[in-house]
């Protein structure tokens, strides 16, 4: 039964990279479609991730309505030395992948807004153990590329569907 469950899951996973290849068809090559879809699935697990934890935390603590993505930043940054001891790294609430997909096809500035994001992730880990782990994670992702368009307007259209896409993939439980 649990083999029929991941044979599922995995057809799954492969139809909805397949419909982001046909998204993205004609303006990206197969090597950096790769690195887009794993870069921002990697971005959308790290991001999930630290929200899980810290909600989980909360929730242990007895905040049961705790939820980190709608906290503001501010009080977020409350815990980032904790989160960089404890995870290896640091996302605000408004830079996790869940709020960027919800502000994504209004934001006009989307591709400086992940390459923002990208930087901060990265940076978190500056003068830790992690460093290594996290510098230069999301150098192949070129949200500037004429590849994913010849306009600001259209590599985020390209950004838009790209996110949509792997927020839709039901990635299963990944604790």
Request: aromatic share 10%.
């Amino acid at each position: 039964m649990a083999d029929i469950k991941k044979e599922q899951e995995r057809e799954e996973l492969h139809k909805a990279i397949w419909n982001i290849a046909n998204d993205l068809r004609g303006s990206v090559d197969g090597w950096d479609f790769k690195q887009y879809v794993l870069g921002i699935m990697f971005y959308r697990y790290i991001s999930e991730n630290i929200a899980n934890y810290i909600d989980t935390g909360e929730h242990a603590a007895g905040n049961v309505d705790f939820h980190y993505a709608d906290l503001s930043d501010e009080a977020a940054e409350e815990a980032r030395a904790d989160m960089v001891e404890t995870k290896g790294f640091f996302i605000l609430p408004s830079q996790l992948f869940i709020n960027v997909r919800k502000r994504a096809s209004k934001d006009e500035n989307l591709n400086e807004t992940l390459e923002k994001i990208f930087n901060a992730i990265e940076s978190s880990a500056q003068g830790t153990d992690s460093e290594d782990d996290f510098k230069g994670l999301f150098d192949d992702i070129d949200v500037n590329s004429n590849k994913l368009g010849a306009t600001v307007a259209k590599r985020n259209e390209k950004l838009v569907k790209l996110l949509d896409g792997i927020g839709d993939m039901k990635l299963g439980d990944y604790k």
